[in-house]
């Protein structure tokens, strides 16, 4: 695969594993407290482009085009704004699909990582879609950032995806 992906004009940039969990374990510490909005109105739609810009090198314009549009959040896709003093600190995103619940893009903003705001608004987000979808299992695709995280709240490498762009 890597012989004909590279004649091809591609190079390979990242090689991140897949991540599966019946069910978090409990936290390890006391987490901070968190409000956990939805993204609908405005204000968390904006913040949802805001924080997806900053954390994941994307074009501000790039993000509001995606995030900002009403129909983005119209469909199975979830998204949720954590906000600490009233200011949106981190997000993340679910999709329920094949009896099973997907996280994506679980973030917080550089000042306030660190501090467990982003496992807060993770566990809360699930808690709700949980309830809401029925569901139990989850996955995600972890970044080298997020996998001690998941590692220690119960998820387990099950596959590893290979991501290519053209050079």
């Known amino acids: 695969m890597r012989r004909t992906f590279e004649t091809r004009g591609m190079r390979m940039i990242s090689n991140p594993p897949g991540m599966f969990a019946d069910a978090l374990l409990p936290p390890a510490h006391r ?87 982003g496992e807060a608004l993770l566990r809360e987000a699930l808690n709700r879609e949980c309830a809401r979808t029925g569901l139990r299992q989850l996955a995600l695709q972890s970044t080298d950032a997020g996998y001690s995280l998941y590692r220690r709240i119960g998820f387990r490498d099950v596959t590893r995806f290979s991501v290519w762009l053209t050079k």
Not at 63 to 70: F, G, I, S
């Open 31 to 117: 987490l901070p407290e968190i409000e956990c909005c939805p993204a609908g109105d405005a204000r968390t739609r904006e913040a949802f482009a805001h924080i997806t810009a900053v954390n994941f090198d994307i074009p501000l314009t790039v993000a509001r085009a995606v995030y900002d549009p009403e129909r983005a959040w119209a469909g199975a896709y979830r998204g949720f704004v954590g906000f600490v003093k009233g200011r949106p600190v981190s997000i993340v995103a679910t999709v329920a699909a094949a009896n099973v619940l997907g996280v994506y893009s679980l973030s917080t903003l550089p000042e306030f990582r660190r501090r467990g705001y």
